[in-house]
């Protein structure tokens, strides 16, 4: 049941509404997380906040539904003119409008989907602390201080938006955006980072946060959500590749569970629970629910890395609930990872597994975007142990692979805003640049995985360097025209009459590049400075060839 806000003692309805959202601005964004993140203090942990955006700041709406996806409860809500206020249209009119997801733009949409889809593949981790919190009465959303109360930064959170950060779960700690990004599109923040080590989940960076915890300032891009990961932890969720609908997903069996295992630690494990996602049978009856482990140790030699895993899943009173998987598919993924050594390199149950290089059913493979070693099992049994043992081809070095993965993710990003207007560096020559290195550097790590593995360590030794010369590439670019140009090209190999008149630097980019591939190619004869005239081209570009 969804209970209106009525203040203390309201626990009794489990999930709590805070009203509706009066005025959508930032400084409401802003106060959800501490609401939420504080209300965890008097045993009321989970909320369901209006997740709202304004027809026209489509960022703060993705921003909106990307910290939704990472609180208690997450449910879109429009203005709506049903009832109340926004009943009368005339009064209403500016505060009562409809914006729904799918009709963004697509850059926001993407952005908004993906947030969505984090949750819904989240959802083993997720249900497991709803049952944690039936168990013991600690949230999903917990304070810092809860793990850190002599940490004068472990209280740094406030309604104002500083320090938004929060513990989801037991291993994940989110730190959701609530500022507008900058004039560079990005949005700057502060994380607190608390002692120990953490994995940025989004770029593989290893943070220190010695003995006391350090505080991170960095800018991210509108897909990007801080969340950072306990090294050694263990992530469970719902392999989201190849999967086309994810509705109800939050109620069915697990019939395919994931598990991610993070580095920076010797050891890890995490509880996954499940029932029958549809009954409160597990008031009543101890036997209708089960819960799998799923643990891991990592032993380093001097020349290669073993990982054991060990999956077992337990019903509470030994007998199956029914419902239970007989069988299941495992995908594990090795954060941060070497491929594994070409002989025996996975082992499961004592035998060997084969090597796919675009992964497939009961082989492993190489994701080299993300630096993961990649483990898919089908049809494994439940009433039995799963035991796999992996042998890296190198000793692992968790330094050398911190942040390969943001490097790639972010080449790849820049090389895709820069070919919309021909600007990347070297796509006008066969020798390509930099940029182009380093986005294509996940692809080919992929495939040298399986197939040499020398030349998989020289290119991994290589991407920091690459990553350095790509930013320098990018640094100097320069935009072809100043702002309210035109620009009248001729063609090189024609009289006059042959012509393209450009007013945006798109069409500047693609003059100047085809010029380069020597395909059509005009040359400038003259500017001219026509502000209305260009503005009124801002989108668009004019050529014409003239009889």
């Known amino acids: 049941m969804l209970g209106r806000w009525g203040g203390l003692g309201n626990h009794r309805y489990q999930v709590g509404f805070s009203g509706d959202v009066r005025f959508i601005t930032w400084k409401h964004l802003a106060f959800q997380p501490y609401f939420s993140l504080t209300a965890a203090n008097v045993g009321y942990g989970f909320w369901s906040h209006d997740v709202v955006g304004p027809p026209l700041d489509h960022e703060l709406h993705t921003r909106w539904v990307q910290w939704a996806s990472f ?4 449910r879109t809500h429009d ?14 009119e500016d505060l009562c409008y409809i914006v729904e997801i799918w009709k963004t733009p697509d850059v926001y949409f993407v952005a908004m989907r993906n947030a969505m889809r984090d949750r819904v593949a989240l959802t083993p981790y997720i249900y497991t602390a709803w049952r944690q919190a039936y168990d013991t009465g600690l949230s999903l959303l917990r304070p810092m201080y809860y793990e850190y109360p002599t940490l004068e930064m472990a209280y740094a959170a406030s309604p104002n938006g500083s320090f938004p950060q929060y513990f989801f779960g037991d291993d994940m700690i989110v730190s959701p955006i609530v500022q507008p990004a900058g004039a560079d599109q990005m949005a700057q923040a502060s994380i607190w980072i608390p002692p120990g080590t953490w994995i940025e989940r989004d770029t593989g960076v290893l943070h220190d946060g010695g003995s006391s915890g350090t505080v991170l300032t ?75 482990v799923a643990a891991y140790t990592r032993v380093d030699s001097a020349t290669y890395s073993t990982i054991t895993i060990n999956i077992t899943t337990t019903p509470a009173d030994g007998t199956p609930y029914a419902g239970l998987p007989a069988t299941r598919n495992y995908r594990l993924r090795l954060v941060n990872s070497l491929p594994a050594a070409a002989s025996n390199g996975v082992m499961v149950r004592g035998e060997p597994l084969p090597y796919s290089r675009f992964g497939a059913a009961d082989h492993w493979s190489y994701d080299g975007n993300n630096a993961e070693l990649v483990i898919e099992l089908a049809s494994v049994r439940t009433s039995s142990s799963l035991v796999v043992v ?41 020798a390509g640049g930099y940029l182009s290195f380093v986005a294509s550097a996940g692809d080919s790590l992929s495939y040298l995985a399986g197939t040499n593995s020398t030349a998989f360590f020289e290119l991994l030794d290589s991407v920091p360097g690459l990553f350095q010369q790509a930013l320098k590439e990018v640094e100097v670019l320069k935009k072809p025209i100043p702002l309210n140009s035109l620009v009248q090209f001729y063609h090189q190999d024609q009289d006059s009459h042959d012509n393209c008149l450009c007013g945006v630097e798109q069409c500047v980019r693609r003059v100047i590049y085809y010029q380069a591939l020597r395909v059509e190619a005009y040359m400038v004869r003259a500017r001219y400075q026509a502000p209305s005239l260009a503005h009124s081209l801002a989108h668009s570009l004019a050529c014409s060839h003239i009889a």
């Not at 609180?71 to 997450?74: I, Q, R």
């Not at 709506?80 to 009064?91: A, E, H, T, V, Y």
């Not at 993070?262 to 009543?284: H, I, K, L, M």
């Not at 190198?394 to 600007?423: M, P, W, Y």
């Open 218 to 292: 960095k800018s991210f891009a509108l897909y990007e959500v801080p969340v950072f990961v306990r090294a050694g932890a263990v992530i469970p969720s719902i392999p989201m590749r190849r999967r086309g609908r994810v509705i109800g997903l939050a109620s069915a069996q697990y019939n395919e569970l994931e598990f991610a295992f993070y580095p920076g630690a010797t050891n890890g494990s995490c509880s996954v629970y499940e029932d029958d996602g549809a009954t409160t049978a597990y008031a009543s009856r101890p036997g209708s629910w089960a819960w799998t």
């Open 390 to 430: 992996i042998t890296t081809a190198q000793r692992i070095n968790d330094k050398q692979l911190s942040g390969i993965k943001g490097a790639v993710h972010h080449a790849l990003l820049a090389k895709e805003n820069l070919d919309l207007d021909f600007t990347a560096p070297g796509s006008a020559t066969n």
């Open 71 to 74: 609180s208690g409860v997450l």
């Open 79 to 92: 203005r709506g003119l049903s009832s109340g206020f926004c009943n009368d249209l005339i009064q209403g």
